[in-house]
T-cell receptor, first 112, second 114 residues
Framework: QQQVKQSPQSLIVQKGGISIINCAYE??????FPWYQQFPGKGPALLIA?????SEKKEGRFTISFNKSAKQFSLHIMDSQPGDSATYFC???????????FGTGTRLQVFP | NAGVTQTPKFRILKIGQSMTLQCTQD?????MYWYRQDPGMGLKLIYY???????DKGEVPNGYNVSRSTTEDFPLRLELAAPSQTSVYFC?????????????FGNGTRLTVT
């Protein structure tokens, strides 16, 4: 019940295409869903986050879609660029708690 | 702004040796975390702290110890290194808990135990 399942493990997209990464959770008490981006040799950094009171959140080319009934959320990267090549982690938590549960990560490669 | 600083960047240990991974932050954050990252496994929480003098176990605490004597520092101690502890270790801090504020990560320590 504490797991967050992330897919795919790796993703190759052409420049200008749409990258889609999916996550699923089981615990309905989770109410904070962030995405972290990690470049090689660096620590992860918060990219965008959503709470379940909205179904979508957009920041620039990055969008989180949230489906509460299906217990799924996804990251969409529009007009993918080579600079987006990184590993992406979804995560989940209870509001106002101390810990995040991370997914297993997706390695995204965007080719020119 | 330094943010979260981890030292060393790389380390090779022999089985049974001990070492301390250092982590310091200059953002006056109360919350600090230690994660390990293994290929295909994501980030697993080892220990965390909600303030100076307070620490608690995460998902994978066995083989590790921590202390938090100051707000700034949160060292991670490996007492008897084992090959299973070969990993990349990340320290992170946040203003509030990880459930409602961003985690700020250091750049990691790559540890190999042989």
């Amino acid at each position: 019940q504490q797991q967050v399942k992330q897919s795919p493990q790796s993703l190759i997209v052409q420049k200008g295409g749409i990258s889609i990464i999916n996550c699923a959770y089981e615990n309905t008490a989770f109410d904070y869903f962030p995405w972290y981006q990690q470049f090689p040799g660096k620590g992860p950094a918060l990219l965008i986050a959503i709470r379940p009171d909205v179904s979508e959140k957009k920041e620039g080319r990055f969008t989180i879609s949230f489906n509460k009934s299906a217990k799924q959320f996804s990251l969409h990267i529009m007009d993918s660029q080579p600079g987006d090549s990184a590993t992406y982690f979804c995560a989940a938590s209870y509001y106002n708690t101390d810990k995040l549960i991370f997914g297993t990560g997706t390695r995204l490669q965007v080719f020119p | 702004n330094a943010g979260v600083t981890q030292t060393p960047k790389f380390r090779i240990l022999k089985i049974g040796q001990s070492m301390t991974l250092q982590c310091t932050q200059d953002m006056n954050h109360n919350y600090m975390y230690w994660y390990r990252q293994d290929p295909g496994m994501g980030l697993k929480l080892i220990y965390y702290s909600v303030g100076a003098g307070i620490t608690d176990k995460g998902e994978v605490p066995n083989g590790y110890n921590v202390s938090r004597s100051t707000t700034e520092d949160f060292p991670l101690r490996l007492e008897l290194a084992a090959p299973s502890q070969t990993s990349v270790y990340f320290c992170a801090s946040s203003y509030g808990g990880a459930g409602n504020s961003p985690l700020h990560f250091g750049n990691g320590t790559r540890l190999t135990v042989t």
